[in-house]
C-alpha cells in the first residue's frame, strides 16, 4: 500500500493534525482548516481499495472525507502535530530524479 505525503515530503500517518490552506482573504490574509488523518479505510466489493480518512476536527464520527494513498504530495497539506511528534524525524519521500 502506497502513501500520502505532505508538502515537505512527510508521509501522512494516523492521528497526524494537517494544515490545510482553504482561502486567501481581505488584505491578502490566509486562511487554513486543520484535519486529523483518522486511519485507513478499506472500501470496494471486496475491500480491497485502501483510502485515507481525514476529520474535521469534531466529535461527530460522521463527518470525515477520503483520499486515494497514491504517493503523491499533496502541495497543501502540511503535517503541524502528530500523536508521538516523530513527524520530522521520518522517512521522507524520494525526490523523482
Same mark, same amino acid.
Not at 494544515?19 to 485507513?40: D, E, S, W
Given at each position: 500500500?502506497? !502513501?500520502?505525503?505532505?508538502?515537505?515530503?512527510?508521509?501522512?500517518?494516523?492521528? %497526524?493534525?494537517?494544515?490545510?490552506?482553504?482561502?486567501?482573504?481581505?488584505?491578502?490574509?490566509?486562511?487554513?482548516?486543520?484535519?486529523?488523518?483518522?486511519?485507513?479505510?478499506?472500501?470496494?466489493? %471486496? !475491500?480491497?481499495?485502501?483510502?485515507?480518512?481525514?476529520?474535521?476536527?469534531?466529535?461527530? /464520527?460522521? /463527518?470525515?472525507?477520503?483520499?486515494?494513498? %497514491?504517493?503523491?504530495?499533496? !502541495?497543501?497539506?502540511?503535517?503541524?502535530?502528530?500523536?508521538?511528534? %516523530?513527524?520530522? /524525524?521520518?522517512?521522507?519521500?524520494?525526490?523523482?530524479?
Amino acid at each position: 500500500m502506497s !502513501a500520502l505525503y505532505d508538502k515537505r515530503g512527510i508521509p501522512i500517518e494516523r492521528g %497526524d493534525i494537517v494544515k490545510v490552506f482553504h482561502f486567501i482573504g481581505a488584505r491578502r490574509k490566509r486562511h487554513y482548516m486543520y484535519k486529523q488523518c483518522l486511519g485507513f479505510m478499506m472500501i470496494g466489493k %471486496d !475491500a480491497s481499495v485502501p483510502y485515507v480518512k481525514f476529520g474535521h476536527m469534531t466529535f461527530n /464520527e460522521d /463527518e470525515y472525507y477520503l483520499e486515494r494513498p %497514491d504517493g503523491r504530495a499533496l !502541495a497543501a497539506y502540511e503535517i503541524v502535530q502528530s500523536i508521538k511528534c %516523530d513527524h520530522d /524525524e521520518r522517512q521522507r519521500k524520494p525526490e523523482a530524479a
